[in-house]
């Protein structure tokens, strides 16, 4: 493996403002939400919603966003189930957005001539855009589990949770953001000219998500659920015996090696229009 250290911080020079962004709104929202359980609780609002988590008709579409009385009374449970939108949704747009780009900007721009008259090899430039890429990946989960660990500690009231299932969780949004990242990378250079795949990304996450949901709140569609990373997804952190199953890690870590391993056959071959 072969960085160039200068392209490296270069990259992450340029996707500063952008992760930034990013991370800052995640987080924001996150221990807003949060706060909101503190009010939930006090207010005692769950007496009064006891009855709509128990109709027939709704009990089977919110359990599909993973709520249940029994989960939104506990801060973790609660933590998992509400802040999916922010940290699933939120965090698979950031990495697949900047996978997109990352590799395809000179070409989409038309300084790809530039880079690559540089004494840097295809190699050298696929490692460090990665490696900036990477850096980011790591920063915006490690800014999540700081933002998610501080909101459960102020607002999570008399609720007990365990912390290993919180760390666990976290990782599994890791995994996910990695995948998606991957899938980004990929498709970013089957597009010519480096275009931006702003709208063919934004239809992946939406498109998985959306099966992931429907296969949970339709035992017919169930099984098309595994199409979407999302589905590999644990988000049970009540259950006693909640923790990391080989299996999940396995796919992602599978999924996310094999497109990798293809981004850097196809750089390496590419015509790259300059």
């Known amino acids: 493996m072969a960085i160039n250290t200068n392209l490296y911080f270069k990259e992450l020079k340029r996707y500063r403002n952008f992760f930034l962004a990013w991370s800052i709104s995640i987080s924001v929202l996150i221990v807003m939400e949060l706060a909101f359980y503190n009010i939930f609780m006090k207010e005692d609002m769950v007496k009064q919603m006891t009855t709509f988590f128990e109709n027939p008709f709704m009990k089977n579409l919110i359990a599909a966003f993973g709520m249940s ?26 990495s697949i957005l900047l996978a997109g780009k990352i590799l395809a900007r000179e070409e989409h721009e038309k300084t790809a001539e530039f ?37 459960l500690e102020i ?3 008399e ?10 969780h976290s990782f599994y949004f890791f995994l996910l953001i990695l995948t998606f990242g991957a899938i980004g990378l990929f498709l970013s250079l089957l597009i010519k000219r ?39 997804v644990d988000s049970g952190v009540l259950r006693p015996d909640y923790g990391l199953e080989w299996w999940r890690v396995l796919y992602f870590l599978g999924i996310s090696l094999v497109l990798i391993t293809l981004t850097f056959v196809i750089y390496k071959k590419k015509d790259i229009l300059i």
């Open 155 to 157: 607002f999570k009231g």
């Open 194 to 232: 480096g275009r931006p795949i702003t709208n063919i990304s934004i239809g992946i996450v939406f498109g998985g998500y959306l099966i992931d949901v429907l296969s949970k709140a339709t035992q017919s569609a169930s099984k098309f659920g595994y199409i979407s990373p999302f589905k590999f």
């Open 69 to 94: 009385l029994d989960v939104i009374t506990n801060a973790l449970g609660y933590y998992a189930a509400r802040n999916a939108i922010y940290i699933v949704l939120l965090g698979t747009f950031f």
């Open 115 to 151: 880079l690559l008259t540089k004494p840097v090899t295809r190699l050298e430039i696929v490692w460090s855009k990665l490696a900036a890429f990477f850096t980011y990946l790591l920063l915006l989960s490690v800014m999540i589990l700081l933002a998610g660990s501080i909101g």
């Open 159 to 168: 609720s007990v949770y365990r912390l290993s299932a919180f760390f666990v």
